[in-house]
């Protein structure tokens, strides 16, 4: 008995990594409120939008009474903490737009942010695990998670389009969850043996990425493209690598020297990082470098899951090895499943920045009296660049194409796909 137990604890498992049976990277039932010692953060959090909208925003901060973290105990405290000051921040600092940003964030806002970012090992600035993962309730707690049923707790200027975008977001997290459940699976099959269990994980975890790009075509339905462009792009978008502010910004009060941070991106989320651990796929050079990057945007439980899925026994190498019909098909459709959300969310970026940047480009070539056009009104700096500050099609095309080279290589010569 002795024996087994000790067996049983070495097998891998998500146990320790706080990801949930149900929701998987997503944070269950995140707080509505906070202590009551914390009301004035809330109280302006929660009117982002239209604060922004008056030009009040950065004045109502300005006057917010400077609060100290110590009575945020629990892990969702601080992390609506944290996604209330993001928003708070992303909403100081583009208040005016590309033209009249801010050089310093307030220390009434700039101190507890970094000891709440500091706590919870995040940065201090809005993330996908802020504005997807902890950013949500259900209207009716006992109806189902879809698009009807699930509204945001806090939001950013751009309206029924920001909670599309992020509604969404979500919605492509909880599509993963199966595969993610199946991730021990593949682990522990591989390591003992077993390759009809990693072949039935491996049909699980290609069915739920397919799911996933089903999901995702819902963008085009929630989402408004020139309102996405024209509106809310610039409140995801950061301090590193961003032409508006070279310098990055001062939080006064914990640094006198400018910090850089980038902003919202989709390589924030834990999910593909994952797959292409376990799939073996490899990002190198600048893209590479980028997407390590990202994991520093991360909960560090989910940053741990990923490193620690890269020390595993190969899988590829383990199907290679396999004289297995079954085995090699599951992997070679989990290779091509993640290579079609890739491509997909190429043509989701075209549509939402690269054709509105084209319009904008337009625009101003014709010297059209276009004030009232939302495209044009984009930050011209951000035209060719993704939120978290990557060159934004050169980039995914890398990434995509880099997803190629985990084809199993008698099969992986005569595959092509379009850019």
């Not at 949930?20 to 707080?31: A, M, T, V």
């Not at 940003?101 to 600035?125: C, D, F």
């Not at 977001?169 to 459940?181: H, I, M, Q, S, W």
């Not at 951000?382 to 995914?396: D, K, P, Q």
């Amino acid at each position: 008995m002795a024996a087994a137990e000790s067996g049983s604890k070495s097998l891998f498992s998500l146990d320790s990594y706080h990801v949930s049976e149900e929701l998987g990277f997503i944070l269950p039932d995140p707080l509505e409120e906070l202590p009551a010692f914390y009301q004035p953060w809330l109280d302006i959090a929660l009117r982002v939008p239209e604060l922004v909208q008056s030009h009040k925003l950065r004045y109502l901060i300005n006057k917010m009474p400077m609060l100290g973290s110590q009575f945020l105990q629990k892990h969702k405290e601080l992390r609506l903490a944290h996604l209330a000051l993001s928003m708070m921040t992303m909403g100081y600092v583009w208040q005016e737009g590309e033209n009249n940003t801010v050089e310093m964030l307030p220390k009434n806002l700039a101190v507890p942010y970094w000891e709440v970012s500091q706590r919870l090992g995040l940065p201090p600035i809005l993330t996908h695990a802020d504005a997807a993962l902890a950013n949500w309730r259900k209207k009716d707690p006992e109806g189902p998670f879809d698009m009807e049923n699930l509204e945001l707790l806090v939001s950013l200027p751009g309206g029924d389009s920001v909670r599309g975008f992020f509604m969404v977001t979500l919605l492509v997290e909880l599509a993963a969850v199966p595969a993610l459940r199946n991730i021990p699976t593949v682990i522990n099959g591989v390591r003992c043996g077993d390759t009809e269990a990693v072949a039935r994980a491996l049909e699980g975890i290609s069915q739920s990425i397919q799911d996933m790009t089903d999901t995702f075509k819902l963008m085009h339905v929630y989402v408004e493209p020139p309102v996405f462009y024209g509106i809310m792009r610039i409140y995801l978008s950061g301090w590193k690598d961003n032409p508006c502010m070279p310098k990055g910004l001062v939080y006064e009060g914990v640094s006198t020297e400018p910090m850089e941070y980038s902003g919202g991106s989709a390589a924030q989320s834990s999910l593909l990082h994952c797959f292409d651990e376990l799939l073996g796929v490899k990002h190198e050079d600048k893209s590479g470098a980028f997407l390590t990057r990202m994991r520093n945007y991360m909960p560090s439980a989910h940053k741990q899951l990923i490193q620690d899925i890269s020390l595993q026994p190969s899988l590829k190498s383990f199907v290679q090895q396999q004289d297995s019909e079954q085995l090699n098909q599951a992997f070679q459709r989990c290779v091509t499943n993640l290579l079609a959300f890739r491509s997909y969310h190429i043509n989701v970026v075209s549509r939402f920045i690269t054709v509105p940047a084209a319009r904008a480009q337009q625009l101003r070539k014709k010297s059209q009296d276009s004030g009232g056009d939302m495209v044009s009104r984009a930050p011209m700096a951000l035209e060719e660049r993704g939120t978290g500050g990557s060159g934004i099609m050169t980039f995914l095309k890398t990434v995509r194409d880099q997803t190629k080279d985990a084809f199993l290589s008698e099969t992986s010569k005569g595959v092509t796909y379009n850019s």
